[in-house]
């Protein structure tokens, strides 16, 4: 049973690029967030996608956008990328119904810019 | 705003030892409180969890302890191992599907 699965696991940028983050939920899940961790900081939530619509957000600029697919995989997109959006990029999932179960997350993205 | 502190950066404990660690919370309308593990390179692992309407649950070794009146919950690992050793992050929610708030996390290290 595959868990949570993230694509690249490394990235290099350089600044006003764009980058397009991928991932794999675990098998029956199908509500997908995006977390933004910085060094030495815990993840910072940046917003939830289920039926393929954003249903939460945090507080992350406008260049921060997603996208959730019929078969519940998601892609977290950035534009005009700073220096400040280098960051482990961790995407987490879970089931939406069945009470409130934990999320499940991924090993991440780890993005720098240059 | 930070609702979930931990202002532990780090730990050491001996092996066999009691690891405690700690986390207070400022949003009375959390209603779920989570632990995750991570080791580098990993991702957060979940550890364990406590609904607001509980003031203890235990798994095994771990054991999450809640005190709403004072807004501060720990983690009890006993005794601890040197597998242990990883950054634990505290979470909370306010609903059933939505966002996690964690805090910045404590580096534990167990020594032999």
């Known amino acids: 049973d595959a868990g949570v699965t993230q694509s690249p696991t490394h990235l290099i940028k350089t600044r006003g690029q764009q980058v397009t983050l991928r991932c794999s939920p675990k098998?029956?899940?199908?509500?997908v967030s995006w977390y933004q961790q910085a060094l030495g900081q815990g993840p910072q939530f940046i917003f939830q996608y289920y039926e393929e619509e954003e249903r939460q957000r945090g507080n992350f600029p406008d260049r921060f956008s997603g996208h959730q697919f019929p078969n519940y995989s998601s892609e977290l997109n950035v534009n005009a990328l700073l220096l400040g959006d280098s960051a482990l990029y961790l995407c987490?999932?879970?089931?939406?119904?069945?009470?409130?179960?934990?999320?499940?997350f991924g090993d991440g993205t780890r993005l720098s810019i240059l | 705003d930070q609702q979930v502190k931990q202002n532990s950066p780090s730990l050491s404990v001996q092996e066999g030892r009691i690891s405690i660690l700690n986390c207070d919370y400022t949003n009375s309308m959390f209603d779920y409180f989570l632990w995750y593990k991570k080791y580098p390179a990993e991702g957060p692992t979940f550890l364990i969890s406590?609904?607001?309407?509980?003031d203890k649950n235990e798994d095994g070794r771990f054991t999450v302890f809640l005190n709403k009146s004072a807004k501060h919950l720990s983690l009890h690992i006993v005794p601890s191992q040197p597998g242990d050793s990883a950054v634990y992050f505290c979470?909370?929610?306010?609903?059933?599907?939505?966002?996690?708030?964690f805090g910045a996390g404590t580096q534990v290290v167990v020594t032999p």
């Open positions: 987490a999932s879970s089931p939406r119904t069945g009470g409130g179960q934990p999320q499940h």
């Open positions: 979470a909370a929610r306010t609903d059933s599907w939505g966002k996690l708030q």
């Open positions: 406590i609904s607001s309407i509980k």
């Open positions: 098998s029956g899940h199908d509500t």
